[in-house]
């Protein structure tokens, strides 16, 4: 027994070793253009090893159950049937690795599917490098995949030397309970812990400097995870492209022309609050009062944009709206494709890059959950603080991570110490299932949370407004997305209508503004408001603009898509492929949908 568990450990070691070497391996040839020292290269195998640690054990599974029927049977065919299977994974090892070192100079990202586009294409493929550098990346790839083989045989040497144990029942107990104990750690394992956030690249993101993380990226997960994405948005193609073209050019316009201005300052503290799920129906627009009281209040003080609407219903797809104005998908997060998030512009890169703002995210939850981390890394976001910076009982007083009203404290200490100019990112996540709130002012549980939030809210505001830092703040507080709560489903014009809401010193006058919008017209508008170009942003709108002459809104999730205009709500359903809800000219959400998808297929 004890040559199996030496034969299991063996060969798991070597496979995270053999990962951990092709990190530095990496960092060697692909140095050029890129600076760092002995302790960075320390820091990626450290960031990347929890990756490693759970793709190794992708490729576990065969040896372990091989282990497993040892106990039963041995023979050359069980030897020759593992020695195949190490020959097939050093190979392909040795691909990926030689694959990602060649390529990340030309692509500066890492491995995924997409090079699997150029198969079909060789010769275009080959056409930019020398015999010379075709011939030495195939004798590394020869010598990776040998050095890789040996280094399995070594460890197969161990399982040789058994033979079958005694068939009786206490084998059979021994071979079950090996099984049923080791098998659900390996799936543990593999998912990466028992946290809400599974196994994804985001999570060894580390440093601003990118080539740092995409070192630190497992390049074997990269291609693999990727793999599943492909093809994802291949099917939205409802019209020409000149066609829908013209329709984008009719909706879209990166210029801000004569903007009314809506700030005193051009330089003001901007502190961006995503409120958890809280759509308009637990506010003034669905006519209750008493859900929202304090943001009700706010909604008078500041500017009140009353027509606007979230783009998609899931918080990862919620904030890159809100931060790269760019548009959401029925069936694809942008935020899991780093390859792609990390082209898209940010307002927080906007503003550290042309305004030297300090930016700085806050996330009571995990920060790597959906690759969180590498999209606000990348977006600019120089500081992440989450539940990990807080104490044990903290990350403990919800079940998402650390309660609201303790995050709405750390907030407010930002608030008032951070060096100006800053921007502050912060999303909120008590008021979301299972809607575990410490104090209770409605039966209804969901009523509840919301209360709760909007009483955090208030409070922050109140003690916010009596510092020097609240004559030059703006506060912009909108919701990540709404929920379905009894009747306002997809088909309610409700359901996805938002309360976006700016209040703060720093703002010049109340205002209701009613155009309809959508969120992912924040940075387009926000960064018009500060004189700063937004021609990146090519998907979001000055709302405040006199370009801004056809308002509409859109809205995706997994079913289907809807749109506002002026003629109300149009909803429709990818299923049946018809018009559910409404009259409008769907054709302007369907140009929208397959601009996007062309663009995000592009990057």
Request: some cysteine; aromatic content about 12%.
């Amino acid at each position: 027994m004890k040559c199996r568990v030496s034969y299991l450990i063996k060969t798991y070691l070597w496979t995270v070793l053999v990962f951990v070497l092709a990190k530095l391996a990496f960092m060697l040839f692909c140095r050029e253009g890129h600076e760092f020292v002995f302790i960075d290269m320390w820091q990626v195998v450290q960031h990347g090893l929890s990756l490693d640690l759970s793709t190794a054990l992708y490729f576990f599974i065969v040896p372990f159950l091989a282990t497993i029927v040892s106990m039963w049977y041995t023979g050359q065919w069980l030897f020759r049937i593992l020695k195949g299977y190490y020959a097939l994974i050093a190979i392909a090892f040795a691909l990926a690795f030689v694959a990602d070192t060649s390529l990340y100079p030309f692509w500066a990202f890492k491995l995924d599917a997409s090079c699997l586009q150029y198969l079909e294409t060789p010769n275009e493929a080959t056409a930019s490098v020398s015999i010379v550098y075709l011939i030495w990346r195939f004798v590394a790839l020869v010598v990776t995949a040998v050095v890789i083989y040996k280094g399995y045989a070594n460890a197969l040497c161990s399982l040789k030397g058994t033979s079958p144990l005694k068939r009786s029942l206490k084998t059979a107990v021994i071979s079950l309970v090996t099984f049923l104990v080791m098998a659900p750690l390996i799936v543990i394992g593999i998912r990466g812990g028992l946290d809400e956030s599974t196994t994804n690249i985001g999570q060894v993101y580390y440093s601003q400097n990118q080539f740092l993380n995409h070192s630190a990226v497992n390049p074997v997960f990269s291609f693999l995870a990727s793999l599943e994405k492909t093809g994802e948005l291949e099917s939205y193609n409802y019209m020409s492209d000149k066609d829908c073209q013209q329709i984008i050019n009719k909706l879209y316009n990166t210029e801000s022309v004569d903007s009314d201005t809506l700030l005193n300052t051009p330089t003001p503290n901007i502190i961006v609050i995503l409120m958890e799920s809280l759509g308009g129906e637990f506010t003034e627009l669905s006519g209750r009062q008493d859900i929202t009281p304090n943001l009700n209040k706010l909604a008078t003080e500041g500017v009140y944009f009353t027509n606007c609407y979230a783009n998609s219903w899931r918080t990862d797809r919620g904030t890159l709206c809100t931060y790269s104005g760019y548009p959401s998908f029925p069936n694809t997060s942008v935020m899991k494709l780093p390859a792609k998030s990390r082209t898209l512009p940010c307002i927080a890169r906007s503003l550290r890059d042309e305004k030297q703002y300090n930016t700085h995210y806050l996330y009571g939850g995990d920060i790597n959950f959906t690759n969180m981390r590498s999209y606000l890394i990348s977006g600019g976001f120089d500081q992440l603080t989450w539940k990990a910076d807080y104490t044990t009982a903290e990350q403990k007083s919800a079940e998402w991570g650390v309660r609201d009203d303790i995050t709405f404290g750390t907030l407010y200490d930002m608030a008032t110490t951070l060096p100006s100019p800053y921007l502050i990112g912060y999303s909120s996540l008590s008021s979301h299932e299972p809607w575990d709130v410490p104090i209770k002012h409605f039966d209804d549980e969901i009523l509840n949370a919301f209360y709760y939030l909007d009483q955090c809210i208030g409070d922050f505001v109140t003690k916010l407004r009596r510092t020097e830092a609240w004559k030059n703040t703006l506060i912009v507080l909108l919701p990540d997305h709404g929920i379905n709560y009894k009747a306002y489903d997809e088909q309610h014009p409700l359901r996805n209508r938002i309360p976006m809401i700016w209040v703060g010193g720093a703002v010049k006058a109340p205002r209701r503004i009613d155009t309809i919008c959508n969120q992912t017209d924040l940075p387009a508008t926000l960064l018009a408001q500060l004189g700063l170009s937004h021609s990146d942003y090519t998907f979001s709108r000055d709302v405040l603009s006199s370009t801004y002459t056809h308002p509409v809104a859109m809205h995706t999730f997994t079913e289907g898509y809807s749109m506002v205009d002026s003629t109300g709500l149009t909803v429709f359903d990818l299923n049946s492929q018809r018009v559910t809800t409404g009259k409008g000219d769907i054709t302007i959400a369907q140009a929208i949908l397959q601009a996007a998808t062309k663009d995000l297929n592009q990057r």
